[in-house]
């Protein structure tokens, strides 16, 4: 897991650090509309992602500044060599210090698996890394309808808060004409950990210690998803993800 980053020239950087760069760079998919969008944005957040956050009154999130966003930003967690990958993590800063914004960008993709159907397959990692983003999350068992997927991502965003000093963790999902249900997946989740809805599409989350969490819904601007950004030469290469 490398630390040392350098810009992009454009979009078409972004797919060389995709898990499966030749499959999932392909437009109207996530990972080539969320390039296009964060690039056309260029040294500010989406303005739609700017304007949900500072209209939640929440001081931690208001007028935040863009320091750096890192595609595909990998944490490691318990249990297994997989990483958990974050779509574009955004640091960003106002006046009362740092704030971490974790994307996962959506457009048809679901987010994973049931917790149920991961418990079927459970082996002691996949087991002990449950366990450990139950403790993390402080909540004692999530529903086995919660998806898998908002667990880790949530735990990425707060996990690299609290590396940075930083005041507050966001997981946001920025979803492009993404289908009803995902919506219904993703409150389902904010309501398995205590949330409260502090304004349209944002909730703080109920811990009880450490940066104060966020959970974020924000929809994009659908016109990326018709953006078709060139393929870049590859070598071989894989990368771990957990999906």
């Given at each position: 897991?490398?630390?040392v980053?350098?810009?992009?020239k454009?979009?078409?950087?972004?797919?060389?650090?995709?898990a499966?760069?030749n499959?999932?760079?392909?437009?109207?998919?996530?990972a080539?509309?969320a390039a296009?969008c964060?690039?056309d944005?260029?040294?500010?957040?989406?303005?739609?992602?700017?304007a949900?956050l500072?209209g939640?009154?929440?001081?931690g999130?208001?007028?935040?500044t863009?320091?750096?966003?890192?595609p595909e930003?990998?944490?490691?967690?318990?249990?297994?060599?997989?990483?958990?990958?974050t779509?574009?993590?955004?640091?960003?800063?106002n006046?009362l210090g740092?704030?971490?914004v974790?994307?996962?960008?959506k457009?048809?993709?679901?987010?994973g698996?049931l917790?149920?159907?991961?418990?079927?397959?459970?082996?002691?990692?996949?087991?002990?890394r449950?366990?450990?983003?139950?403790?993390?999350?402080?909540?004692?068992?999530?529903?086995?309808?919660?998806r898998?997927?908002?667990?880790?991502r949530?735990?990425?965003?707060?996990?690299?808060?609290?590396?940075?000093?930083?005041?507050?963790?966001?997981?946001l999902?920025?979803?492009?004409g993404?289908p009803?249900?995902?919506?219904?997946?993703?409150?389902?989740?904010?309501?398995?950990?205590?949330?409260?809805?502090?304004?349209?599409g944002?909730?703080?989350?109920?811990l009880s210690?450490?940066?104060?969490?966020?959970?974020a819904?924000c929809?994009?601007?659908p016109?990326?998803?018709?953006?078709?950004l060139p393929?870049?030469?590859?070598?071989?290469t894989?990368?771990n993800?957990?999906?």
């Amino acid at each position: 897991m490398k630390r040392v980053f350098v810009p992009t020239k454009d979009g078409t950087d972004w797919q060389r650090l995709l898990a499966k760069p030749n499959l999932h760079w392909k437009k109207g998919a996530s990972a080539m509309t969320a390039a296009a969008c964060w690039e056309d944005a260029a040294d500010k957040l989406p303005p739609e992602v700017a304007a949900l956050l500072s209209g939640s009154s929440e001081p931690g999130l208001l007028d935040l500044t863009l320091l750096a966003a890192v595609p595909e930003w990998q944490v490691a967690l318990p249990g297994g060599d997989t990483t958990s990958n974050t779509d574009v993590l955004a640091i960003c800063r106002n006046a009362l210090g740092l704030c971490i914004v974790a994307v996962e960008a959506k457009v048809l993709e679901d987010f994973g698996p049931l917790l149920k159907e991961k418990r079927e397959g459970a082996s002691s990692n996949r087991d002990r890394r449950l366990a450990y983003l139950h403790e993390l999350l402080g909540v004692p068992r999530f529903e086995d309808a919660i998806r898998y997927q908002l667990l880790h991502r949530t735990a990425s965003a707060l996990l690299t808060a609290q590396q940075f000093h930083a005041s507050c963790a966001v997981m946001l999902v920025h979803a492009f004409g993404t289908p009803h249900q995902r919506r219904t997946d993703f409150t389902a989740f904010c309501a398995a950990m205590g949330s409260t809805e502090v304004s349209p599409g944002v909730w703080r989350a109920a811990l009880s210690a450490g940066p104060a969490l966020y959970l974020a819904w924000c929809d994009g601007d659908p016109n990326y998803l018709a953006v078709e950004l060139p393929r870049a030469a590859l070598a071989s290469t894989s990368r771990n993800r957990t999906w």
